[in-house]
């Protein structure tokens, strides 16, 4: 594995503490049942099982960014969605997206010296503005995440914001075709935020975590997933841009999150949502950061579970 791993976990439980039995980041989250369903399109463009026939039992994470399990959930903050679907054969496979459309950085390299950068202050528990401001000048390809950031509104749900993965995926179809692809959860509620401060402020610190449970005994809520298709040049390595929203935009099928689950994560289940893990139809880029990812998802497990993965 290396040691880079350990270190980036290192650097981001500097961020946000050392939290026993907690992951070291989207720490706080709530965990439900799903099933997802193909579409026709889905079956013509990716022969991978879940598209081929459904619909395929699922869980779904839905969380925020921090590694503090204690922060509030209307803090500025990423919120991310992991969705494991459980294939016919027993296998599984997972993606992992966040509300934002572009990474802070290439390199697990960078992503390490960005997160060493945002380490507060021992002293004062605030952000050390220079150290953070002299990377940001030194890599100026952070600065579309960096302001997606700072202008993102608290949501109203989990279920009301729109989830991007961030990586790029080969897809191949059942007669051999190969499409590069990023995906998108779109919420069938719409995108929904808070955008009055006083409101923002009077949030309860778990009101993100006690919606969605309101809103499951409702009903279910459900998301359209879709996946962009490159074109020419589109970066495929490069988690920092995004790709120009005109792309050509295919439906894959519906997710259908309908209950909270109490069927994992429970005396001593450990659930792993992890990019990496793919299944035939589907196939990794060469962008670093996805590749790592594995790496350091199981170095946060070890810390958190003792379990090797």
């Not at 309101?214 to 998301?223: D, N, Q």
Request: aromatic letters at 6%; one cysteine or more.
């Amino acid at each position: 594995m290396g040691a880079l791993p350990a270190e980036i976990v290192d650097a981001l439980q500097d961020i946000s503490g050392r939290h026993e039995g907690y992951r070291a980041v989207h720490a706080k989250g709530t965990l439900c049942a799903a099933t997802f369903t193909p579409s026709q399109r889905a079956r013509e463009v990716c022969r991978a099982a879940h598209f081929q026939a459904g619909p395929v039992r699922a869980h779904v994470r839905f969380s925020n960014g921090s590694g503090n399990p204690h922060a509030r959930d209307a803090a500025q903050d990423a919120r991310g969605i992991g969705v494991k679907h459980y294939l016919p054969d027993g296998t599984t496979t997972d993606i992992v997206g966040i509300t934002r459309r572009q990474f802070f950085v290439r390199t697990p390299e960078d992503f390490l010296e960005f997160t060493r950068a945002r380490r507060p202050d021992p002293d004062t528990g605030q952000l050390n503005m220079e150290r953070v401001g002299a990377f940001l000048g030194a890599h100026p390809e952070a600065g579309p995440a960096v302001r997606e950031q700072l202008a993102a509104r608290p949501p109203i749900s989990y279920g009301t914001v729109e989830y991007n993965g961030l990586h790029a995926f080969r897809y191949v179809a059942p007669d051999g075709t190969e499409r590069w692809v990023r995906w998108r959860l779109t919420p069938e509620a719409g995108v929904q935020v808070i955008e009055d401060d006083d409101e923002v402020a009077a949030l309860d610190r778990d009101y993100l975590q006690a919606e969605i449970v309101e809103r499951l005994e409702r009903g279910p809520v459900a998301f359209a997933l879709s996946v962009a298709v490159a074109e020419e040049g589109d970066p495929l390595e490069d988690a920092t841009l995004a790709w120009p929203e005109e792309r050509e935009r295919v439906e894959l099928g519906r997710l259908e999150v309908t209950a909270i689950a109490t069927d994992r994560e429970r005396d001593g289940d450990v659930l792993v949502m992890d990019p990496t893990r793919v299944t035939d139809g589907i196939e990794l880029s060469g962008d670093p950061i996805l590749n790592v990812r594995g790496d350091v998802y199981a170095e946060s497990v070890f810390r958190r579970s003792g379990a090797r993965r």
